[in-house]
Structure formats: structure tokens, C-alpha cells
């Protein structure tokens, strides 16, 4: 059986919920953030870990090491194509019975398993990637600034911004288009060029690695805010439907509503 799926972790040098969630005043998940993208530590496979996983709402489904699904004894049961911004390759992928991050959890989730060459690029010690099969069946408080996740969290102040759909993946309106919000990535990322693009930027994501154009002084609308990325890309080759990927950690902040089709950028803080 062969299925194509999204995965979208980037390095640029230069409906019902099915999960149960913490309740608004419970704990939060600790996170380290490496180059602007969350990394959990307490991540379990079927009652083993912790494992440290990196949390990317930009992919589609999850991913481990090759080593990893050995040592839990998972086989193959089928392959899939995964796509990427820099391309596509071919990867085995099966299914564990039940993924726990903190006190969230669910069952039969899709995993994954490669190399993880792109992954271990941002640290060796990541083992895996929680990606939209799992991160949708919450809401939850992704808080950059604070250094952590938490599931249930009550909903904060902020205007929320409606999103859409896109293989999976929550996509936001934007000047550029509709890009799909992306903790997987420091980087702008543009699949159309906006303006006059300088070579001079390597992106690197899990099926290779190739040079792109960057895009100086990029300036974003979203709402009835501006926003000007870091650093901002072209990838004119990728395969995805959507404009680009928006990087979650652009704002210090963000609440996402899976079950209402929402997000909340920089909520305003608790009174």
C-alpha cells in the first residue's frame, strides 16, 4: 500500500477531538525550543520512554528512527511517499498502539520510519516527530516564549484567526497566500517568489537538501498585522498545495483550536 504524505521539517543556514487532554489548570508539557522549533522530552510509545521527540504541526503524520521502531519491535506494514518542500522519497511506515505526551494521549497513531537525517541535522538526540496525526486531536497552548505546551489550556483573549485544511494541516490567510502554520521550520518558506530572490540559503528537510533563493527584508500581513520574518525562502519546486509554511514560532505565542478550526496568535495574557 502506498499513501503520499506531508512532513515539513526545514533548517535554512543563512472535528470531535479523539484524545484525552489535561484540564484547563493542569500541569504544562516542558519544551526546548533549538532554532526556534519545540523539542518534548516526555514523549512514550506504548508504555516505553521518554523519548524526545520535536513537535511539528507543519507534518502531516509522525516520524521515528529506524533504530527506534526496531527496538519496540514495530514492523513495516506499508510504505508512502513523502513529500517535502526540496522533494519526494519512498519510506516504510507502521502504526503504534498508543502515543502519551505528557498527560495527553492517543491510539493508533501512524508513524514513520526513516533515517531522520534532516532531524538529527537540528540535534542527534531527537528520536522522532509528533506531527498532525497526533497534535490534532487537541487544542492546546503552544507557548515559544514560555517554553511550553499545554493541552486543554482555557481559551485565551486574541482574535482568532479562521484556518483551513490543507493535506491535514491548519493554513492561515496571509499577504503571501494561505501558508500552513509550520513548527517545523525557523524560516519563511514561499512557494511563489513575491519579489526579487538572492541565492545564498540551503534548505534542508527529511528527503535532501538543495540551495534556494532567499527573499531580503520580507514584509507579511496576516490579519491586521505586519509581521517581517527573520529569514524568508523561495522553494519553487515544492509539491504541496499550499502557498508556503508560516513558521509557528513567529509569534512568541500561539492557541490552537483543532476542534473549533481556529488559532490565536500572541494571546493576551491571563488577567
Same mark, same amino acid.
Given at each position: 500500500?502506498?499513501?503520499?504524505?506531508?512532513?515539513?521539517?526545514?533548517?535554512?543556514?543563512?472535528?470531535?477531538?479523539?484524545?484525552?487532554?489535561?484540564?484547563?489548570?493542569?500541569?504544562?508539557?516542558?519544551?526546548?525550543?533549538?532554532?526556534?522549533?519545540?523539542?518534548?522530552?516526555?514523549?512514550?510509545?506504548?508504555?516505553?520512554?521518554?523519548?524526545?521527540?520535536?513537535?511539528?504541526?507543519?507534518?502531516?503524520?509522525?516520524?521515528?528512527?529506524?533504530?527506534?521502531?526496531?527496538?519496540?519491535?514495530?514492523?513495516?506494514?506499508?510504505?508512502?511517499? +513523502?513529500? #517535502? &518542500? =526540496? !522533494?519526494?522519497?519512498? /519510506? $516504510?511506515?507502521? @502504526?503504534?498502539?498508543?502515543?502519551?505526551? *505528557? %498527560?495527553?494521549?492517543?491510539?493508533?497513531?501512524?508513524?514513520?520510519?526513516?533515517?531522520?537525517?534532516?532531524?538529527?541535522?537540528?540535534?542527534?538526540?531527537?528520536?522522532?516527530?509528533?506531527?498532525?496525526?497526533?497534535?490534532?486531536?487537541?487544542?492546546?497552548?503552544?507557548?515559544?516564549?514560555?517554553?511550553?505546551?499545554?493541552?486543554?489550556?482555557?481559551?485565551?483573549?486574541?482574535?482568532?484567526?479562521?484556518?483551513?485544511?490543507?493535506?491535514?494541516?491548519?493554513?492561515?490567510?496571509?499577504?503571501?497566500?494561505?501558508?500552513?502554520?509550520?513548527?517545523?521550520?525557523?524560516?519563511?518558506?514561499?512557494?511563489?517568489?513575491?519579489?526579487?530572490?538572492?541565492?545564498?540559503?540551503? +534548505?534542508? #528537510? &527529511? =528527503? !535532501?537538501?538543495?540551495? /534556494? $533563493?532567499?527573499? @531580503?527584508?520580507?514584509?507579511?500581513?496576516? *490579519? %491586521?498585522?505586519?509581521?517581517?520574518?527573520?529569514?524568508?525562502?523561495?522553494?519553487?519546486?515544492?509539491?504541496?498545495?499550499?502557498?508556503?509554511?508560516?513558521?509557528?514560532?513567529?509569534?512568541?505565542?500561539?492557541?490552537?483550536?483543532?476542534?473549533?478550526?481556529?488559532?490565536?496568535?500572541?494571546?493576551?495574557?491571563?488577567?
Amino acid at each position: 500500500m502506498t499513501h503520499k504524505l506531508i512532513f515539513s521539517l526545514i533548517i535554512i543556514t543563512a472535528a470531535p477531538l479523539a484524545g484525552r487532554t489535561l484540564p484547563p489548570s493542569g500541569p504544562f508539557v516542558k519544551l526546548e525550543i533549538l532554532g526556534g522549533r519545540p523539542v518534548a522530552s516526555q514523549v512514550f510509545l506504548n508504555g516505553q520512554g521518554p523519548f524526545r521527540f520535536l513537535l511539528d504541526t507543519g507534518a502531516q503524520t509522525n516520524q521515528m528512527e529506524e533504530a527506534l521502531a526496531r527496538k519496540l519491535g514495530l514492523a513495516p506494514s506499508y510504505q508512502v511517499v +513523502l513529500a #517535502t &518542500a =526540496s !522533494g519526494a522519497t519512498r /519510506v $516504510p511506515g507502521g @502504526r503504534v498502539s498508543e502515543v502519551a505526551l *505528557g %498527560e495527553a494521549s492517543a491510539a493508533n497513531q501512524e508513524f514513520l520510519f526513516t533515517n531522520m537525517d534532516g532531524v538529527h541535522a537540528l540535534s542527534p538526540e531527537i528520536q522522532g516527530v509528533l506531527g498532525q496525526e497526533f497534535l490534532s486531536r487537541f487544542d492546546y497552548l503552544l507557548d515559544f516564549r514560555g517554553r511550553r505546551l499545554v493541552f486543554g489550556a482555557s481559551v485565551p483573549d486574541g482574535a482568532r484567526m479562521p484556518v483551513r485544511t490543507v493535506d491535514g494541516r491548519m493554513a492561515i490567510s496571509t499577504s503571501y497566500g494561505d501558508l500552513v502554520l509550520d513548527s517545523g521550520t525557523e524560516a519563511l518558506i514561499l512557494f511563489h517568489a513575491p519579489a526579487p530572490a538572492a541565492p545564498g540559503g540551503t +534548505l534542508q #528537510t &527529511a =528527503s !535532501g537538501t538543495g540551495a /534556494v $533563493p532567499m527573499v @531580503r527584508g520580507a514584509t507579511m500581513r496576516i *490579519g %491586521e498585522r505586519t509581521y517581517r520574518p527573520a529569514m524568508a525562502a523561495v522553494a519553487t519546486n515544492a509539491p504541496c498545495p499550499e502557498d508556503g509554511l508560516l513558521p509557528a514560532s513567529l509569534f512568541g505565542a500561539i492557541f490552537i483550536s483543532n476542534s473549533a478550526h481556529y488559532v490565536i496568535a500572541e494571546p493576551r495574557p491571563e488577567r
